[in-house]
Nanobody, 125 residues
Framework: QVQLVESGGGLVQAGGSLRLSCAAS????????MAWFRQAPGKGRELVAG????????YYTDSVKGRFTISRDNAKNTVYLQMNSLKPEDTVVYYC??????????????????WGAGTQVTVSS
């Protein structure tokens, strides 16, 4: 049984930093691309950042480029999202996702097979 468990969310002031972690179990971690999505109330779930199984190729949505960094430790079956220079508009629930590795970083929700329960990030102004 595949499980993705996020941690690291919380409350932070604008300009601050948080580091999200997602621990995976029940799958061969290095064979999966991993990603962080986020979803605001009443809106669709959007891809924030993704990383291929090797950890070499990454993708970021424009709004987080230069502020967020995705990384993974295949020995620990864990993917991270370092979030710096946080803004109030980053306040949403963040979800970890795992999808079969492809020759590119998957960007669509339906390319991801497993999801975590989500962790809330709140940025105060």
């Amino acid at each position: 049984q595949v499980q993705l468990v996020e941690s690291g969310g919380g409350l932070v002031q604008a300009g601050g930093s948080l580091r999200l972690s997602c621990a995976a179990s029940g799958l061969t971690f290095s064979r999966y691309s991993m990603a962080w999505f986020r979803q605001a109330p009443g809106k669709g779930r959007e891809l924030v950042a993704g990383i291929r199984g090797s950890g070499i190729i990454t993708y970021y949505t424009d709004s987080v480029k230069g502020r967020f960094t995705i990384s993974r430790d295949n020995a620990k079956n864990t993917v991270y999202l370092q979030m710096n220079s946080l803004k109030p508009e980053d306040t949403v629930v963040y979800y970890c996702a795992a999808g079969r590795d492809r020759p590119y970083v998957p960007r669509r929700r339906d390319e991801y097979d497993y999801w975590g329960a989500g962790t809330q990030v709140t940025v105060s102004s």
